[in-house]
């Protein structure tokens, strides 16, 4: 995970609460993405940023789904509320720049019941 | 923009045998491609990555891919496998070469490898 920490490792909520994930990113990288990850649809990207602005969102599902990165050490991906079907693995990544490698967190898997 | 398409969504080989992981990848510009590993329950970590240079590329755990620009693909190699590479393997360019989206990975569907004693 080269140092990319992600919180909570494993959550577990009821139907329509609000669920918040967090990342926590190794400095010096200017892009950070969050992707979820089913068997169903496989490895998706929600939203990613760039220097702290949100640059594309347009893999974000539903307005349920909002995403912030209030500075370059800090990102959260908030559900609000919570459906059985968001449940899935979420991963957060950062990237520095051209021909560089994204860098994983071990993800936060979600369940929703 | 690129895509890429991973020809086979599983592949089940045997311990020492040896292994190889489609890719094929469409793009007008120019190429980055990546292959990234994703061991149960973990993140994806780099495999190898092909910026330019050499067309055959050597990566972690033995692994090596070739870049071929007439075919337009990266296909994943190992000559023996071990169970420990038991995994799902993606093959991912930069959304574009250019521009504010260039940090995009366009990840492809993902091959699963399982390797059988």
């Known amino acids: 995970d080269a140092g990319v920490i992600q919180s909570p490792r494993h959550e577990v909520t009821e139907m329509g609460q609000e669920v918040t994930l967090r990342c926590k990113p190794i400095?010096?990288?200017?892009?950070l993405f969050w992707y979820r990850q089913t068997m169903m649809r496989g490895l998706e990207l929600l939203i990613y940023?760039?220097?702290?602005?949100?640059?594309?969102d347009s893999g974000m599902p539903e307005d349920r789904f909002s995403a912030k990165m209030p500075n370059a050490s800090f990102s959260t991906l908030k559900i609000q509320p919570s459906e059985p079907r968001d449940s899935a693995v979420y991963f957060c990544a950062v990237y520095r720049g051209r021909g560089d490698e994204q860098f994983f967190g071990p993800g936060t898997r979600l369940t929703v019941l | 923009a690129q895509s890429v398409t991973q020809l086979d969504s599983q592949v089940p080989v045997f311990e020492e045998a040896p292994v190889e992981l489609r890719c094929n990848y469409s793009s007008s510009v120019s190429v980055y491609l990546f292959w990234y590993v994703q061991y149960p329950n973990q993140g994806l970590q780099l495999l190898l990555k092909?910026?330019?240079?050499?067309?055959l590329v050597k990566g972690i755990n033995g692994f090596e891919a070739e870049f071929n620009k007439s075919q337009t693909s990266f296909h994943l190699r190992k000559p023996s496998v071990h169970i420990s590479d038991t995994a799902e393997y993606f093959c991912a360019p930069p959304g574009n070469a250019g521009g504010t989206s260039y940090g995009k990975l366009t990840f492809g569907q993902g091959t699963i490898l399982t390797v059988h004693p």
């Open positions: 940023f760039n220097n702290n602005v949100p640059i594309d």
């Open positions: 092909y910026l330019s240079g050499s067309t």
């Open positions: 400095s010096g990288h200017d892009y």
